[in-house]
C-alpha cells in the first residue's frame, strides 16, 4: 500500500510540473477576455520592488518613530506627555515612511507594473 502511495504521488508531481511548464501568461492586450469556462483575464497595477534591501520601508518607519517619540517627549508634562510622546512616536513613523517611500521611487527601487491573471470572478 506504502508503494501505491510512493508512485501515485510521483505521478501527480511529474504531472503538476508538465502542466506548471505550459502555463500560459497574460498582459494588458488580454484584458477582459473570457474563457469557456467562465474564467477571465483581470490586470491590476501593483506596486513592486526593485532590488532594494527595505521594501518594507521598515527603516524609515522606525527612525521616524523614534526621531517623533523623542520630539513628543519635549511637549507637556506628565501624563500628557506620554500622550505626546506616543503621537508624536506615531506621526514620525508614518511621515518616515513616506520619505522612504518617496526616496525609493525617486531612485527607481519602486516601480508600479501591470500584472495580469485568469480569474474566476
Not at 503538476?16 to 492586450?29: E, F, K, L
Not at 501593483?46 to 527603516?59: A, F, H, K, L, T
Not at 515612511?97 to 518617496?102: A, H, I, L, S
Request: with cysteine; net charge positive; charged share 20%.
Amino acid at each position: 500500500m506504502n508503494m501505491f502511495r510512493t508512485w501515485t504521488g510521483i505521478a501527480a508531481l511529474s504531472l503538476a510540473s508538465v502542466g506548471a511548464a505550459y502555463a500560459q501568461t497574460y498582459g494588458p492586450q488580454d484584458e477582459g477576455r473570457r474563457f469557456d469556462d467562465g474564467t477571465r483575464v483581470v490586470c491590476e497595477e501593483v506596486e513592486v520592488q526593485r532590488g532594494g534591501s527595505d521594501p518594507n520601508r521598515i527603516g524609515g518607519t522606525a527612525a521616524g518613530a523614534v526621531i517623533g517619540g523623542l520630539i513628543g517627549n519635549q511637549v507637556g508634562s506628565g501624563s500628557g506627555r506620554k500622550l505626546a510622546t506616543v503621537g508624536g512616536a506615531v506621526a514620525g513613523g508614518a511621515i518616515g515612511r513616506n520619505v522612504q517611500g518617496n526616496r525609493q521611487e525617486a531612485r527607481g527601487d519602486r516601480v508600479v507594473e501591470q500584472r495580469c491573471y485568469r480569474t474566476g470572478r
